[in-house]
C-alpha cells in the first residue's frame, strides 16, 4: 500500500489496541493523511472505512484508496455522524475506531488554510471548508463573546485584554489575516522571556475550536462510536490538550462504571442505578508518546491515548447521563 506522508502521533499504540490482526471493519473516523488506515490495513483490517470533514484530505487520499484492493473507502463528514456513514457505506457493525482529534499537519502547513499563527494567510480555520469562518466571528461577535472563547477554549487567562485589542482595532480596520492576529496579540499582552510557545497560540487554538465546534464534535462522536462499536470492538482515542482529553476520560468513566452519572433532573443528586458498564478500558492511564517519538515529532509532545473495549450492553441513554452525558 502507499504510505502516508506522516507518521499518525501515537500510530503504533492505537493501532495495537485496536487489534486490527482479527480482521473485521474498522473506521478512521479522523482521516488526514491516512496513517491510521494505512496501518489497519497492513495489519489485517479487512476494510477500513475513512472520515473527514476536510474535503482536500478526502480529495488527496485517492493514491491510498488505489492501493488498498477495495480495502478502503474514505467520505467526506463529521465523525459525530460516524454510525450513520458506517452504515451508509457498508462498514457496519464495526470492530474498531481510531480517533485522532485537533488539526492535522496537513492544514497547519498550508498558509491558505489560517490555521497557523506563523504562516500569514487568510483567517478561516474552517476545517469543512464551509460555514462561517475565524475572519466571520472576530469581526461580528461582542468583547464578551470573543473572551469567553479565548479563556474556555484557550484556557488563556488574559482573555480580556485579548479581546479588547481586538475590538479596538476592528473599529479601523477589519481582521482578516494570520499574521494581523499573532501581531495583536503579541502587542496586547507582550511576551515573557521564558515563554516556550508564541502569545498567540492559545488565541488560535480556541477561535479554531470555535469556528469548528471542535468539543461538540467530540462529545457527538464518542457517544456515535459507543453506538457503531459492536460487542468487543475497540475504540482508540488520540487527544493533545486538556479540554479534549477531559471529555474523553470523562466519557470512558462513566461507560466504564468508574464514575456513576448524575441525574439530569437534580445535578447535585448521585444515580443510584446498577447500570452495567458499556465499555472495559483496556489501560486506567493513558499512553504518551516515548522519548524516541518526541525526538521526531515534536507535536506528539501533549498527547494521550485512551483506549476501551465495547461491552455486550445497551448504550447509556440521555436519562441515565444526565449532565455527564
Known amino acids: 500500500m502507499t504510505k502516508p506522508r506522516h507518521v499518525s502521533v501515537l500510530r503504533d499504540e492505537a493501532v495495537q489496541a485496536l487489534a486490527p490482526e482479527r480482521g473485521g471493519v474498522f473506521i478512521d473516523a479522523t482521516f488526514g493523511a491516512g496513517g491510521y ?4 490495513l497492513q495489519n489485517g483490517a479487512s476494510q477500513v472505512l475513512g472520515i473527514d470533514r476536510d474535503p ?3 480529495n488527496e487520499a485517492e493514491a491510498t484508496i488505489s492501493s488498498s484492493n477495495g480495502r478502503l473507502h474514505v467520505v467526506q463528514g463529521n465523525f459525530s455522524d460516524l454510525e450513520e456513514l458506517a452504515i451508509a457505506n457498508a462498514a457496519h457493525p464495526v470492530d474498531g475506531i481510531a480517533f485522532d482529534f485537533g488539526v492535522s499537519s496537513m492544514q497547519l502547513d498550508r498558509a491558505q488554510r489560517g490555521f497557523s499563527l506563523r504562516l500569514d494567510g487568510p483567517l478561516d480555520m474552517r476545517m469543512s471548508q464551509s460555514g462561517s469562518s475565524a475572519t466571520d466571528f472576530l469581526n461580528t461577535a461582542t468583547e464578551h463573546e470573543i473572551a469567553i472563547v479565548i479563556r474556555r477554549l484557550g484556557e488563556e487567562p488574559r482573555a480580556k485584554h485579548i479581546a479588547r485589542a481586538i475590538i479596538e482595532v476592528r473599529k479601523t480596520v477589519r481582521l482578516t489575516r494570520t499574521i ?6 503579541l502587542k496586547a499582552i507582550g511576551r515573557r ?7 498567540a497560540t492559545r488565541t488560535f487554538q480556541a477561535i479554531r475550536m470555535h469556528v469548528n465546534d471542535e468539543l461538540g464534535q467530540i462529545e457527538s462522536g464518542l457517544r456515535a462510536a459507543e453506538r457503531a462499536l459492536k460487542p468487543g470492538g475497540r475504540l482508540a482515542v488520540v487527544s493533545f490538550h486538556s479540554l479534549e482529553d477531559r ?3 470523562q ?3 462513566v461507560r466504564s462504571g468508574l464514575m456513576p452519572s448524575a441525574s439530569r ?3 447535585s443528586a448521585l ?6 458498564p458499556s465499555f472495559r478500558l483496556l489501560s486506567r492511564r493513558p499512553t504518551v508518546p516515548g522519548e524516541s517519538e518526541l525526538s521526531t515529532n515534536p507535536r506528539a509532545r501533549s498527547a494521550k491515548l485512551r483506549t476501551a473495549e465495547r461491552l455486550d450492553t445497551p448504550v447509556f441513554s440521555d436519562r441515565e447521563l444526565g449532565v455527564l452525558g
Open 37 to 40: 488506515a494505512v496501518a489497519l
Open 56 to 58: 482536500s484530505a478526502v
Open 180 to 185: 494581523q492576529l499573532a501581531e495583536l496579540v
Open 193 to 199: 522571556p521564558d515563554a516556550r510557545i508564541h502569545p
Open 247 to 249: 471529555l474523553v476520560k
Open 251 to 253: 466519557f470512558l468513566r
Open 265 to 267: 433532573y437534580d445535578p
Open 271 to 276: 444515580s443510584k442505578s446498577l447500570r452495567s
